[in-house]
């Protein structure tokens, strides 16, 4: 059986990104190694064991294209509306909440943001199958 533990992005500015994250999902550096042309920073939480992995790549200054097969990361929060205000409030530009339904039931109630490198994060309430 395979494990899910972590996602790695390719991001252009550590300090950026690494407070971004800190602000918006409250994910916290676990461990960082640095090499000769990149760095690795591992980002997370105490609710659960999946990192985000930040690949640094020494001395690059042009943005990634992330082309149009990424899709984003998505995070489950317990109170949607409380976590939408605190990231409005935070300046980070969420946008508004919306309610996805299928065959006339809720589905699923969230907000998408986007990341200071263009990552789109999913951030959905905790019901359902989003656990």
Do not use: C
């Amino acid at each position: 059986m395979a494990k899910a533990i972590h996602m790695m992005i390719r991001v252009l500015d550590e300090e950026r990104s690494v407070s971004f994250y800190r602000e918006a999902l409250r994910l916290m550096v676990d461990d960082r190694f640095e090499f000769d042309g990149f760095t690795l920073v591992y980002l997370r939480n105490p609710e659960a064991d999946f990192e985000l992995e930040l690949t640094i790549n020494h001395g690059r200054t042009k943005p990634y294209d992330l082309g149009d097969g990424y899709g984003h990361l998505a995070v489950v929060v317990d109170d949607l509306d409380r976590e939408h205000r605190r990231i409005t409030e935070a300046g980070l530009a969420p946008h508004p909440i919306k309610e996805l339904m299928h065959d006339g039931k809720p589905l699923a109630r969230f907000f998408f943001m986007t990341d200071p490198d263009g990552y789109k994060i999913e951030v959905l309430e905790h019901r359902g199958r989003y656990r």
